[in-house]
């Protein structure tokens, strides 16, 4: 099924080429559907790119899925036009009424700031709040993942004794979890941060599970009991050439990123070996862990959540 999108997004056009089955709102509009929907908010600098990593992942479902892109109003983007953000992007403030299927908090590139130091950090906050009752299941990034972790669960984040960067392997510890159906033994995907979590602090939290890690990387996947919260560490989105466009940007100075270019030389083509993963892993999300658990109208989520809160205290 297709991903609806604004009729005029740039990633439109490169989507189409790609074979991503895309429907504008347009047509949309014509067809008898409830589309499952989902709010992205951006906190990446170059959003185009972010955008265009995670519809091609979310096209890939078997769902028909209707995208809200978010951007917070409290921090002034210097690498993305304000005519974007105007045209095809929402505050939190405009949406904090609805409720949706599923949201993603992408990376940002702040994690060497104390939480509480990043600018937009109290309207963060704020989203992650109302993400509680107002979505079924956050999908949390990179430092997306170690803030919703921080705030929801009062887990730290660490320096790193330099930038963690590279292709890595990856094992699934509970294998018969719905977000790991169909992975193989190992899997990999990208990283790319200058902090990290310990596994030791997410074994102190009850009502949190590690279920997938690399022993190069540590803890990957973990998602809290009720299966609503959802962090994963690394750039499972990533596209080949991202690592690539960061150790440019960088200047070399965080060095080669590990498991990335052949024979560690820059000058060759990076191999992508992470795909399949990737799709596997969002397809997982909307599929299995959204699509079967979400009310079909939105507008009862907050007291379906409410009951099954309630039951679960019960118990």
């Known amino acids: 099924m297709p991903i609806k999108i604004p009729n005029d997004l740039p990633a439109a056009k490169v989507l189409a080429r790609e074979n991503v089955m895309v429907i504008?709102?347009?047509?949309?509009?014509?067809?008898?559907?409830?589309?499952?929907?989902i709010a992205v908010l951006?906190?990446?600098?170059?959003?185009?790119?972010?955008?265009l990593q995670l519809l091609r992942l979310l096209g890939g479902t078997s769902l028909q899925v209707e995208v809200d892109f978010l951007h917070v109003a409290s921090h002034i983007s210097k690498n993305t036009p304000l005519s974007h953000l105007e045209t095809f992007y929402k505050t939190f403030a405009s949406v904090r009424d609805q409720c949706y299927d599923g949201m993603i908090i992408t990376g940002a590139p702040v994690e060497k700031l104390p939480f509480e130091r990043v600018d937009y950090w109290t309207e963060l906050c704020s989203v992650l709040e109302w993400s509680k009752y107002n979505v079924y299941s956050t999908f949390h990034i990179c430092w997306g993942a170690q803030a919703g972790l921080y705030y929801h669960y009062g887990v730290e984040k660490y320096p790193l004794g330099r930038k963690l960067s590279g292709v890595f392997t990856h094992r699934s510890v509970m294998p018969n979890h719905p977000l790991l159906w169909g992975f193989d033994d190992v899997y990999y995907a990208p990283h790319s941060r200058y902090t990290g979590i310990r596994a030791e602090?997410?074994?102190?939290?009850?009502r949190l599970r590690m279920i997938s890690l690399s022993e190069d990387a540590g803890a990957y996947i973990i998602d809290s009991a009720d299966g609503r919260n959802i962090?994963?560490?690394?750039?499972?989105?990533?596209?080949?050439?991202?690592?690539?466009?960061?150790?440019?940007?960088?200047?070399?100075m965080n060095g080669v990123p590990a498991n990335y270019?052949?024979?560690d030389d820059p000058k060759?083509?990076?191999?992508?070996?992470?795909g399949a993963h990737a799709n596997l892993l969002f397809r997982n999300w909307t599929n299995f862990v959204i699509y079967p658990n979400t009310p079909y109208d939105l507008a009862s989520l907050r007291e379906t959540i409410t009951r099954r809160r309630d039951g679960d205290s019960d118990a």
């Not at 709102?25 to 067809?31: D, F, P």
């Not at 951006?42 to 955008?51: A, F, G, H, I, V």
């Not at 962090?231 to 070399?252: C, I, K």
């Open 24 to 37: 504008t709102e347009l047509r949309a509009v014509h067809q008898d559907i409830r589309p499952l929907k």
């Open 231 to 252: 962090f994963v560490t690394g750039h499972s989105e990533y596209d080949r050439a991202t690592l690539a466009d960061e150790y440019a940007r960088d200047a070399g």
């Open 201 to 206: 602090d997410l074994r102190t939290r009850p």
């Open 42 to 51: 951006n906190l990446m600098p170059n959003k185009s790119d972010t955008e």
């Open 268 to 274: 060759e083509r990076p191999v992508m070996k992470w």
């Open 261 to 263: 270019f052949p024979n």
